[in-house]
Nanobody, 115 residues
Framework: QVQLVESGGGSVQPGGSLRLSCAAS????????MGWFRQAPGKQREYVAR???????NYADSVKGRFTISRDNAKNTVYLQMNSLMPEDTAVYYC?????????WGQGTQVTVSS
């Protein structure tokens, strides 16, 4: 089992920045990929970004050039730096990890972009 605890959500004006964090605990030795999804009101959950244990990060086209995903393997933590935020980025953001035991989700953290 892997437990995920997210932090860093909040409210920001358009053009602002936020940094999300997700700390994993439990069977962290089996984690392959860490990433983020988001779900806006009335919409399906969508992919945002992912980063493998070693390798190149991948981004959804909608966030490419504005968001940066990174991870600290020593701390079993993944980060999402979000810059140039737009109202359409408003959503609940979920941490997601893929392990040899299955996939796990965080509880979600709200990001609201509004003037």
């Amino acid at each position: 089992q892997v437990q995920l605890v997210e932090s860093g959500g909040g409210s920001v004006q358009p053009g602002g920045s936020l940094r999300l964090s997700c700390a994993a605990s439990g069977s962290v030795f089996s984690i392959f990929t860490m990433g983020w999804f988001r779900q806006a009101p009335g919409k399906q959950r969508e992919y945002v970004a992912r980063i493998p244990t070693s390798g190149t990060p991948n981004y959804a086209d909608s966030v490419k050039g504005r968001f940066t995903i990174s991870r600290d393997n020593a701390k079993n933590t993944v980060y999402l730096q979000m810059n140039s935020l737009m109202p359409e980025d408003t959503a609940v953001y979920y941490c997601h990890v893929v392990t040899g035991l299955g996939q796990y989700w965080g509880q979600g953290t709200q990001v609201t972009v509004s003037s």
